[in-house]
């Protein structure tokens, strides 16, 4: 009897002892749940205070009225006017003293040829009349943000270019610059902004560096560093350049696709993308023409 009552206490200790030790696992597990539910909450709440945009991904272009990530289908007949349009600031003095618009396109621009700015872009502002009588076309001219070029000099070329008897106008049309609403924008861009939109559309805008007309947005995107430095391939023809490089992108616009073969008298049709070459697929070279209609006349 007294062997037996020595050893129960022994067993009642030792099975306290695990009671014990199950308690204490059990409050430990608690702890760490309640830590673990802490910090899950302190996350959410952390990112429900970081800005719309900041949370990694793909980044959005502020493009004023409308998103670069917004669903690409139709271009609607009309873009909206921006809230608040304003014009690019310090602007580089015009790099000819005439003024003449198309002396003043006819110099070179410095610039990065692997520029990529923020894709923020504004309204140049100022208005433009249709001067024939065909139908009108209201389109918007915009540059990029910190983008060192004369938005103004480029929005008087691109009117000039457009209306011009040898351009589209030859097709019954009118073009009329606005800085509201219109069926079309010419935007002259930085080329890393002009690739990252361009690019998921048409395909690789930067392995030639070129511009783009953007199907499914209001977009006409013109390459700033093209703009500005010209190409080898079309020749040493500035102010022509420029006037083919808004003639071809908008005759996107307008519906027209490439052309690969001269025209009559071998002048390269304006469809040519003579921006990379002027050989046709028949290996003939064209000689560089700005135009589509190059024989016309006021």
């Known amino acids: 009897m007294g062997r037996r009552s020595r050893s129960r206490p022994r067993a009642e200790s030792r099975a306290g002892a695990r009671a014990r030790a199950r308690s204490d696992a059990r409050r430990r597990i608690v702890a760490r749940a309640w830590v673990v539910a802490g910090a899950v909450t302190a996350v959410l709440l952390l990112i429900a205070l970081i800005p719309h945009g900041s949370r990694g991904g793909a980044p959005t272009v502020d493009v004023g009225a409308t998103r670069l990530d917004a669903p690409t289908g139709r271009p609607a007949e009309a873009t909206p006017r921006p809230d608040e349009p304003s014009a690019q600031r310090d602007l580089p003095v015009r790099s000819s003293a005439s003024p003449d618009p198309e002396a003043q396109a006819s110099v070179p621009f410095a610039l990065d040829p692997e520029l990529r700015l923020a894709g923020t872009f504004v309204t140049v502002p100022g208005e433009a009349a249709a001067p024939g009588p065909g139908r009108r076309v209201a389109y918007r001219v915009e540059i990029e943000q910190g983008l060192p070029l004369d938005g103004a000099l480029f929005a008087d070329v691109v009117q000039h270019t457009l209306n011009d008897p040898r351009s589209w106008s030859r097709d019954g049309l009118a073009f009329a610059r606005t800085d509201g609403a219109a069926s ?42 093209r703009w500005a430095q010209g190409s080898t391939a079309y020749g040493d023809d500035l102010l022509g350049y420029r006037h083919m ?31 990379k070459s002027r050989v046709a697929d028949n290996g003939k070279l064209c000689e560089a023409n700005p135009w589509p209609y190059p024989n016309a006349s006021g």
């Open 184 to 225: 079309f924008v010419v935007r002259l861009s930085s080329p890393g902004t002009l690739h990252r939109i361009c690019s998921p559309i048409v395909g690789d805008t930067s392995r030639s560096n070129v511009s783009c007309n953007a199907n499914g947005t209001p977009w006409v995107m013109i390459n700033g560093w």
């Open 245 to 275: 490089l808004i003639n071809h992108e908008v005759g996107h616009r307008m519906g027209h696709q490439h052309s690969t073969r001269c025209a009559a008298g071998g002048v390269a049709p304006v469809m040519m993308q003579q921006t």
